[in-house]
């Protein structure tokens, strides 16, 4: 009787994590820009993965890989100044001012 040989495909991948599934590559951040935010605010490894609720080891990943969208945004927050200990009513008085500054200086 012959053997059946288990066939392997020609490219075996590990499929990407939720954060790379996004549609609009513009949402997302990529190494060299994380790498560069990380700079503007002077924060370590450590003190990056604080600011945004991140593993240190995810940081890593970040600076070379880039990150999805939803890491963009929290990059951005923390450069505004956006903390956890803001309430929404502060957050949203920030958004209605920062949308009349963008109106007046397009």
């Not at 935010?37 to 600076?63: D, V």
């Not at 927050?77 to 209605?96: C, H, M, N, Y």
């Amino acid at each position: 009787m012959a053997k059946k040989s288990a066939t392997k495909p020609a490219d075996v991948r590990a499929p990407q994590k939720r954060d790379f599934a996004t549609g609009d590559a513009s949402q997302r951040i990529n190494g060299a820009e994380f790498v560069a935010w990380q700079e503007r605010l002077g924060l370590s490894n450590n003190a990056a993965a604080r600011a945004i609720f991140a593993s240190p080891n995810s940081i890593a990943t970040y600076r070379t890989l880039g990150a999805g969208p939803d890491v963009a945004l929290r990059c951005r927050a923390v450069e505004l100044g956006i903390s956890t200990g803001d309430s929404w009513q502060f957050i949203e008085r920030a958004a209605k001012l920062l949308a009349q500054y963008r109106a007046l200086h397009p």
